[in-house]
């Protein structure tokens, strides 16, 4: 069974910086790319950071270009999230999101969140 | 950047009764869409991917079709346990943008 647990998350005083981390078991985590999707309280879903399978290519939203950085420690199973200069708009819950990616040759890829952790909330306050 | 607007943004309906939900991109984006259930408190569930594929172990009372950019999610003869809000997403470009959510009560 695929679990993704994620943690460190917690208040933090607007500028400050939190590492989040996500464990990853039930499957082989260094095959899969792997997000990080946070909702603010109330709202709706935002993809913010995403990382590929052997880490080649990362992905952040411009909403967070440059204050995060997402990493994997494929030997751990282990998904992070980096965050800085953080700021009262990145209150959420965060969750850790395994995507699936379906390949056809000759057609852009095919994606999709199959797993999802249970999310670790941030407040910056 | 993709815009899915999703609609309605809350809907009211009985247990048995049939809803749906639709989300109109603001290009052209194939069938690079998916939909996920969120219940209050959980992490959201992948309902059906590429727009129109259930996902293993999802009921058959769900579905979903495309025409051009207009997606619909159906649910037929709604359960107690469908009361929850609903997302579409779209995986066409990198932002994998997601609907504002249907909140169905």
């Known amino acids: 069974e695929v679990q993704l647990v994620e943690s460190g998350g917690g208040l933090v005083q607007p500028g400050g910086s939190l590492r989040l981390s996500c464990v990853a078991s039930g499957f082989t985590f260094s095959n899969y790319a792997m997000s990080w999707v946070r909702q603010a309280p109330g709202k709706g879903l935002e993809r913010v950071s995403a990382?590929?399978?052997?880490?080649?290519?990362?992905f952040h939203a411009d909403s967070v270009k440059g204050r995060f950085t997402i990493s994997r420690d494929d030997s751990r199973g282990r998904l992070y999230l980096e965050m800085s200069s953080l700021t009262t708009e990145d209150t959420a819950i965060y969750y850790c999101a395994k995507e699936y990616i379906r390949r056809i040759p000759g057609t852009p890829d095919y994606n999709w969140f199959d797993s999802w952790g249970r999310g670790t909330l941030v407040t910056v306050s | 950047d993709i815009q899915m607007t999703q609609s309605p943004s809350s809907l009211s309906a009985p247990v048995g009764d049939r809803v749906t939900i639709t989300c109109r991109a603001s290009q052209s984006i194939s069938d690079y869409v998916n939909w996920y259930q969120q219940r209050p408190g959980k992490a959201p569930k992948l309902l059906i991917y590429a727009a129109t594929t259930l996902e293993r172990g999802v009921p058959s009372r769900f579905s979903g079709r495309r025409s051009g950019t207009s997606f619909t999610l159906t649910i037929t003869s709604l359960q107690p346990e469908d009361f929850a809000t609903y997302y579409c997403?779209?995986?066409?470009?990198?932002?994998?943008?997601f609907g504002q959510g249907t909140k169905l009560e």
């Open positions: 997403q779209q995986t066409y470009n990198a932002m994998y943008t």
């Open positions: 990382i590929s399978d052997g880490a080649v290519d990362a």
